[in-house]
Nanobody
Framework: QVQLVESGGGLVQAGGSLRLSCAAS????????MGWFRQAPGKEREFVAAISGSGGSTYYADSVKGRFTISRDNAKNTVYLQVNSLKPEDTAVYYC??????????????????WGQGTQVTVSS
């Protein structure tokens, strides 16, 4: 079955950076919109960023615009999230997700078909 495996999370001080990766397998990667979501304790899962199948279009939540960058390498079946200028409120489990509806970019979790297991990002003040 489809697998999405995130990596790159960790503990970082406020103002620091991380690069999250999500490796996909058993799907036609370029045919999927890829998204990043995050979920903090006691909160709902929220949209962070998404990228079209070709990588030509990207979308961000207002809270991360200018600090986070989503990209993908279709040759490696991998999507990335570069997270810069981290704040304590960015602390959450970060999930990648795949959506087969390549003609649109979804921002709601229930619109995505496949999910990874998540990677923890903790930002200390």
């Amino acid at each position: 079955q489809v697998q999405l495996v995130e990596s790159g999370g960790g503990l970082v001080q406020a103002g620091g950076s991380l690069r999250l990766s999500c490796a996909a397998s058993r799907l036609t990667f370029s045919g999927y919109v890829m998204g990043w979501f995050r979920q903090a304790p006691g909160k709902e899962r929220e949209f962070v960023a998404a990228i079209s199948g070709s990588g030509g279009s990207t979308y961000y939540a207002d809270s991360v615009k200018g600090r986070f960058t989503i990209s993908r390498d279709n040759a490696k079946n991998t999507v990335y999230l570069q997270v810069n200028s981290l704040k304590p409120e960015d602390t959450a489990v970060y999930y990648c997700a795949a959506d087969s509806r390549y003609w649109t970019v979804a921002r709601k979790p229930d619109e995505y078909d496949y999910w990874g297991q998540g990677t923890q990002v903790t930002v200390s003040s």
